[in-house]
């Protein structure tokens, strides 16, 4: 058992459900575009292509955020109008972060969209991994509510 404040490994998952009074593929036209993300990710100053391929597995993309952070993700899974997964090689406090975006078609007009990622932190303290957990599931409520927003439009 690792001492209070002592540094180790962490694990946890990350899960955000949303419904959007929307069709699945206008909500897929939108987060499968994996560049156009300064219009409802939180804090986002600009996503560019680091990769010929521009969408489905092998496109790669660099985030930048407001604060200068810059994450590179890679998309190892793509499953058009269901679903795409991302690995960030890059710029987090972490070993390993996996996230899956999918949706599902509830109603003609209503879809359900989930972001479930898996995260293994680098060494930090507990408390430094759960304020960090709270942070991420805050960070994917803001960005889900704004593409809501943006999509019900």
């Known amino acids: ?3 209070t404040g002592e540094k180790s490994f962490h694990t946890g998952t990350i899960e955000k459900t949303i419904k959007i009074n929307t069709s699945k593929d206008k909500v897929w036209r939108k987060i499968s575009n994996i560049v156009g ?3 409802w990710l939180v804090d986002v100053k600009k996503t560019e292509y680091l990769s010929i391929k521009k969408k489905g597995v092998g496109a ?3 985030i930048t955020f407001g604060d200068k952070t810059e994450i590179e993700e890679h998309i190892v899974a793509w499953e058009k109008d ?3 997964t991302y690995v960030a ?3 987090l406090p972490l070993r390993a972060y996996v996230a899956t975006i999918s949706i599902k078609k509830k109603t003609k007009t209503t879809t359900e969209l989930t972001w479930r990622s898996y995260i293994n932190s ?3 303290t507990e408390k430094q991994f759960l304020e960090f ?3 991420m ?3 994917y409520e803001a960005s889900l509510e704004n593409l809501k927003i943006l999509l019900e439009k």
């Open 1 to 3: 058992m690792a001492k």
């Open 37 to 39: 993300l300064s219009s």
């Open 60 to 62: 790669i993309r660099l």
């Open 82 to 84: 269901e679903f795409f």
């Open 89 to 91: 090689t890059e710029g």
């Open 122 to 124: 680098k060494k930090m």
């Open 133 to 135: 957990l709270v942070f």
């Open 137 to 139: 599931g805050s960070f």
